[in-house]
């Protein structure tokens, strides 16, 4: 019944945070109307614009929900994570102002489309590829940019931003809306996402065990029907 829903944000500083994460995805992907098509083993896995959107919503409904892990807390390294076992957005409050952050908060609302669109077949490290190309399109949609503003200094980092831009430039993500890309086309990226998550994030807290998980499929077990 319309009107019943339970406020699902225990307190206005969740709701907050919640509408925060959301009103910064909303702006990251405002132009960036990307529909690409990513092919493995096989099968098909579209992402578009308009599943970010999606999750926006099922935040504001608290279906998946956005907290503060208090692991973040005074961190600046991290602005979010995605954990995929309790549908949770993780949020670093204090670095949600940081330049970058709505395109990187795209990049785990991504992972949480992964997860609503049940791709059950997905290896987690294309998973994580895609999030990465989502999260370069919101950076320059369409075009080059610099990378001193960005990347942090970090050559892996930046090696997996550059390949997300070549596979942003070469498959015209900007204008093409029917845009396929193999799992020939997609492993470059796929590949430099692996070599950067294993020697940089292989001791930080990572809800989904990247590391171990890379290669494998993404656990179908946590999937709930939203
Ligand atoms: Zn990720």
């Given at each position: 019944?319309?009107?019943?829903?339970?406020?699902?944000?225990?307190?206005?500083?969740?709701?907050?945070?919640a509408?925060?994460?959301?009103?910064l995805?909303?702006?990251?992907i405002?132009?960036v109307d990307f529909?690409?098509t990513?092919?493995?083993?096989?099968q098909?896995?579209?992402?578009?614009?308009?599943?970010?959107?999606?999750?926006r919503?099922?935040?504001?409904?608290?279906d998946?929900g956005?907290?503060?892990?208090?692991r973040?807390?005074?961190?600046?390294a991290?602005?979010?994570?995605?954990?995929?076992q309790?549908?949770?957005?993780l949020?670093?409050?204090?670095m949600?102002?940081?330049?970058?952050?709505?395109?990187?908060?795209?990049?785990?609302?991504?992972?949480?489309?992964?997860?609503?669109?049940?791709?059950?077949?997905?290896?987690?490290?294309?998973?994580e590829?895609?999030?990465?190309?989502?999260?370069?399109?919101c950076?320059?949609?369409?075009?080059?940019?610099?990378?001193?503003?960005?990347?942090?200094?970090?050559?892996?980092?930046?090696?997996?931003?550059d390949?997300?831009?070549q596979?942003m430039?070469?498959?015209?993500?900007?204008?093409?809306k029917?845009?396929?890309?193999?799992?020939?086309?997609?492993?470059p990226?796929?590949?430099?996402?692996?070599?950067y998550?294993k020697?940089?994030?292989?001791?930080?807290?990572?809800?989904?065990?990247?590391?171990?998980?890379l290669?494998?499929?993404?656990?179908?077990?946590?999937?709930?029907n939203?």
């Open positions: 019944m319309v009107g019943e829903r339970k406020e699902p944000y225990s307190t206005q500083r969740d709701r907050d945070l509408q925060r994460c959301n009103a995805v909303a702006q990251a405002q132009n529909s690409f990513l092919e493995e083993s096989g098909k896995y579209i992402y578009h614009r308009y599943m970010l959107h999606h999750v919503h099922l935040i504001e409904n608290g998946i956005v907290i503060e892990d208090p973040y807390v005074g961190s600046g991290i602005v979010a994570a995605y954990d995929r309790n549908d949770k957005v949020a670093n409050r204090g949600l102002g940081d330049a970058t952050a709505g395109a990187k908060m795209a990049h785990e609302y991504t992972h949480a489309a992964t997860d609503v669109m049940k791709y059950s077949m997905l290896t987690s490290a294309s998973d590829g895609a999030a990465f190309l989502v999260q370069r399109c950076m320059g949609f369409g075009t080059k940019v610099n990378h001193g503003n960005f990347d942090g200094g970090d050559p892996l980092y930046r090696a997996v931003l390949n997300a831009e596979l430039l070469s498959k015209n993500l900007a204008k093409d029917k845009a396929v890309i193999t799992a020939a086309e997609f492993k990226l796929r590949d430099a996402t692996a070599v998550y020697a940089t994030l292989a001791s930080m807290f990572q809800p989904d065990d990247y590391i171990r998980a290669g494998l499929k993404i656990p179908s077990s946590y999937y709930k939203y």
